[in-house]
């Protein structure tokens, strides 16, 4: 695959923003994504199992074939398996059905009413599709690594890329010096790339197994280039710091509203789709389900990451003031009693803050859904 399809754009942190907390270390993973939906009238970015891509490591995913993200310049086809018609979404948003012109349409699209239905579900299937990344957006907590196996940013597998092919011999003539010697220079540049790539992957196995074998600056190394195999949608900045090997503290500065998207696809008059800002509830619920799961989600990394960790302290600010950061959510977790809410699934489906109770989880919210102050753990 190619990460060149990626559309990421620097959008660096503030350097107020950037504030130096409670822990010596300090990382910036993540940036804003230019593809995040919906800005256009673009279905969402997704892989080749159908499902968004943000939150997930990029040494997962497969890109599906017919994903595009440049702006839409023809219509988006979709099939309709009932009646085996087709419907097209014009530059506009209108959903229009296509009948083939030597065939008769068949079923439910010969009445109106039918038809009219079949061009409202297609259009509420295409808003669903437009809006996965931003329904995803609080679902950080969703491709959590497990706990038992310790995580590395590549699997270890052998070279993709297949060596050059020799010069074809032709009948009753001889390769010429000049095949020989290009194919020779384009082994060597083959042999080149390979050499890089198993050296590439014999550092990430020496630097797991010195986390694993709790080295501070193995485990630091680590963690990060975990949390940097993670396509975050915007970027996230954390202070974190180790107590021995057996326990990590960290704090991470949650993305104010402002920075998610705060518009959504929906379905208007005459079945015509549109882009249009979320309302305030819907944006706080966003914002707040998308808290808990950058937490959750940074708790479930470091104990993936690091195997001598027992205890992971995550916290969660929000933008200083006069220079010292407002916590609005923070979580102690013991290993023991994660590993049992990963298998049982607490940690990967429903929402993101049941997880809390059980874990002890420090947070207020007003009526509204706003954060409001705490005390922290650590």
């Not at 994903?67 to 309709?80: E, R």
């Not at 010069?167 to 890089?196: M, Q």
């Not at 996230?236 to 949650?254: A, T």
């Not at 789709?273 to 799961?293: C, E, Y």
């Amino acid at each position: 695959m190619s990460h060149g399809k990626f559309d990421l754009a620097d959008s660096p942190v503030a350097a107020s923003e950037l504030v130096s907390t409670r822990y010596r270390h300090s990382a910036l993973f993540g940036k804003r994504v230019r593809w995040l939906p919906p800005h256009r009238l673009i279905p969402s970015f997704a892989s080749a199992d159908g499902q968004c891509v943000i939150y997930r490591r990029r040494s997962q995913i497969q890109l599906a074939e017919a994903t595009d993200t440049s702006p839409l310049g023809h219509p988006a086809n979709f099939s309709i398996t009932a009646t085996g018609l087709r419907a097209r979404m014009d530059e506009f948003g209108f959903v229009r059905i296509d009948r083939p012109t030597r065939v008769e349409p068949r079923g439910p699209a010969n009445d109106l009413d039918q038809q009219h239905g079949i061009e409202r579900e297609v259009a509420e299937a295409v808003c669903r599709q437009m809006n996965q990344h931003v329904d995803a957006i609080g679902e950080a907590y969703r491709y959590t690594p497990p706990p038992t196996v310790q995580l590395v940013p590549l699997s270890a597998r052998p070279y993709a890329e297949l060596p050059p092919p020799p010069p074809k011999k032709r009948p009753g003539s001889h390769r010429t010096l000049d095949e020989i010697n290009a194919y020779l220079d384009e082994r060597a540049a083959w042999l080149k790339r390979r050499f890089a790539w198993e050296n590439g992957q014999r550092a990430i196995r020496e630097l797991s197994e010195r986390a694993a074998a709790g080295h501070p600056a193995g485990m630091s190394a680590h963690l990060v280039s975990c949390l940097q195999d993670v396509l975050w949608p915007v970027p996230i900045f954390m202070n974190y710091s180790f107590i021995d090997s057996e326990e990590v503290r960290i704090d991470v500065r949650v993305p104010l509203p402002s920075e998610l998207p705060d518009r959504e696809a929906t379905v208007g008059y005459g079945h015509r789709i549109a882009v249009k800002p979320m309302t305030p509830v819907r944006q706080a619920m966003l914002h707040n389900r998308h808290a808990f799961g950058l937490v959750v989600r940074l708790i479930g990394e470091a104990f993936a990451a690091l195997p001598t960790i027992k205890r992971a302290i995550v916290s969660g600010y929000q933008m200083p003031t006069l220079g010292l950061p407002s916590y609005m959510i923070s979580v102690m977790a013991e290993r023991r009693i994660w590993t049992m809410l990963y298998s049982e699934k607490w940690i990967t489906e429903g929402p993101p803050e049941r997880a809390m109770r059980p874990l002890g989880g420090r947070y207020k919210l007003t009526g509204l859904g706003a954060f409001t102050p705490i005390d922290p753990f650590g």
